[in-house]
């Protein structure tokens, strides 16, 4: 359970807003281990698009939840809840301070409220709705999931096929519909929250207070990761022919533009400001989560002295927490 977790200390922001330079810098001053709060990090062979931390970094401080999957395999939210909850167990256990760094709201979300106890993916159920979809097309998946599940269809595009094929997944496998779990959840979630805002973490979130001060690192991230062989990297994952768009790991932002570029879909030419919009479009998202977390604390991210911010507020935490 949440409630029972050792003390963690978490660092949220939208893309591009300096988190590894300050997790880094925070793990030079206290003896810590960082937890990958990253739904891309996860999965091997995608690093320069995912921004993925260097040889050096990954060596400075011990790292986890980062290659921990092909990019042809899921990694759920569930499953991130479960691996950090062991995580932060085992890392305050060895005398440490667990370290919770990434972007990834939705994983920050299930951890700190809880989640619903719906059934786990199921690959032969895939497959078969994949098949289905294959030969009648996502649209007519949509109407057949109105049908069984008229709550999630009505909030779900015709054309999402990911989020489609998972309701229809756990109605075929358990006879409910989605919309069952998410409301059962729900009580367990407001009670899980309540206790679980009683000391057990602090969240420091860095925000920009300049839309355009994170717009501008964002479009120098993508160039610069276009100079850094991005394109090979995608073209090496397409070549090993069993990836496509459908899954969460193509879906990710960035390598979707790309993959979707190289299938012909638009010219080249328009990747790079497809990419950027879209990883601007990320970035939005992200710091609307952040700002429904009433309990975090914030730091100006464009601030000359955000380090140094984020390294005071750090202190300020573990010394209230030492306090008699």
Known sequence: ????????????????????????????????????????????????????????????????????????????????????????????????????????????????????DMPAANPEVRAALDAEA?????????????????????????????????????????????????????AIKTEAAGAYSTGARALISLEPTDRAWLHARIAQRFDAMLAQGFMNEVQALRARGDLHLDLPSVRCVGYRQAWEALDGLWPMAELRDKGVFATRQLAKRQITWLRSMPQRQVVAADAPDALAQVLMLVDSVLAKRSAP
């Not at 921004?51 to 986890?64: C, F, Y």
């Not at 057949?144 to 496998?173: C, G, N």
């Open 1 to 116: 359970m949440n409630t029972a977790l050792p003390f963690h200390l978490c660092l949220a922001g939208p893309t591009a807003s300096g988190k590894t330079a300050a997790a880094l810098a925070i793990a030079q001053q206290r003896p810590c281990e960082i937890i990958s709060v990253d739904s891309a990090l996860v999965f091997r062979g995608m690093d320069i698009g995912t921004a993925k931390p260097s040889a050096e970094e990954l060596a400075a401080v011990p790292h986890h939840l980062i290659d921990i999957r092909d990019p042809l395999n899921a990694y759920s939210a569930a499953e991130f809840v479960r691996d950090a909850q062991t995580l932060i167990a085992d890392i305050a256990a060895r005398g440490k301070l667990p370290l919770l760094v990434g972007g990834t709201m939705l994983y920050f979300k299930a951890l700190f409220d809880g989640i619903d």
């Open 134 to 186: 294959a030969e009648k097309g996502w649209p007519a998946m949509h109407a057949e999931l109105a049908q069984v599940d008229p709550i999630t269809a009505a909030r779900l595009a015709p054309a999402d096929s990911q989020r489609i094929q998972r309701a229809l997944e756990v109605y075929r496998i358990s006879g409910l519909p989605l919309s069952h779990f998410h409301a059962a959840g729900a």
